[in-house]
């Protein structure tokens, strides 16, 4: 299982929000929940009392390739797919474009031109990779964002012999997480509360592993677990 330290989020201080992105004037601090994790969620590795939050935006990585014979034509028919995605995500007010694997980076018209990599198997074939996302609103289902993302890959302008091609599963990224650790440790101290309480007056709680970063789980389609590794102790009051 991999954990995130919050801390980190500030060597991205670089990052500046893109037309779409969510940014409160704080600086985008967005982690990302890949897709392939909802299959590492193990609630039998992480305390007993977690924080369920929707996530704030649905994530599909894609591939974008091109077997063109020339290498110069190649990249630029890459290049200028990724222009008219770009376009595209602007044009609507609903999708952005990005890169990253644990933070979300926004593409803009100065940064879109991504490090191209050679097919291991295919000579003449150059490719890259980008995030396509768009905000999970409340008021629409999972299902539905997911058939949207699907239908702006699908209506790609592609330039050349360029395919855009979706990537593993969805994923999800949630924005400064960290801003959910006090109602989390509210809802950890009444459940610590309660439990000494069944012991009696004569008892108390001892919490421990409070200080720890807060660490995240993809729950589910749309949804993300958030957690302390804490544990506590019920002991006399006497101790």
């Known amino acids: 299982m991999r954990i995130f330290l919050i801390s980190t989020i500030t060597l991205f201080s670089i990052i500046t929000g893109s037309t ?24 039998d590795v992480i305390p007993a009392i977690t924080l369920a939050k929707r996530a704030d935006f649905m994530i599909q990585k894609v591939r974008i390739i091109s077997d063109t014979r020339k290498a110069g034509l190649r990249r630029e028919e890459i290049y200028q797919t ?17 890169t990253g694997e644990d933070y979300f ?23 890259t990779y980008l995030l396509v996302k768009a905000p999970l609103d409340q008021e629409a289902s999972a299902n539905d964002i997911s058939a949207s993302i699907k239908a702006f890959i699908k209506g790609a302008k592609v330039v050349g012999r360029t395919e855009v091609l979706p990537e593993g599963k969805l994923g999800l990224s ?8 006090k109602e989390l440790i509210h809802k950890i101290a009444a459940d610590a509360k309660a ?45």
């Open 20 to 43: 779409n992105a969510q940014d409160d004037g704080s600086g985008l601090e967005e982690v990302i929940v890949t897709g392939s994790r909802m299959e590492e969620y193990r609630p």
């Open 82 to 98: 990724i222009k008219n995605l770009l376009e595209n995500a602007q044009g609507s007010k609903i999708f952005s474009l990005g």
């Open 105 to 127: 980076v926004p593409l803009t018209e100065n940064n879109y031109r991504l490090p191209l990599s050679s097919h291991r198997h295919k000579p003449d074939t150059s490719m």
């Open 174 to 181: 949630i924005v400064r997480p960290e801003k959910y650790r």
């Open 195 to 239: 439990a000494s309480a069944a012991f009696g007056e004569d008892y108390r709680v001892l919490l421990k592993g409070m200080e720890s970063p807060l660490l995240w789980e993809r729950q589910g389609l749309a949804t993300m677990a958030l957690y302390i590794p804490y544990s506590y102790d019920i002991v006399p009051t006497g101790n």
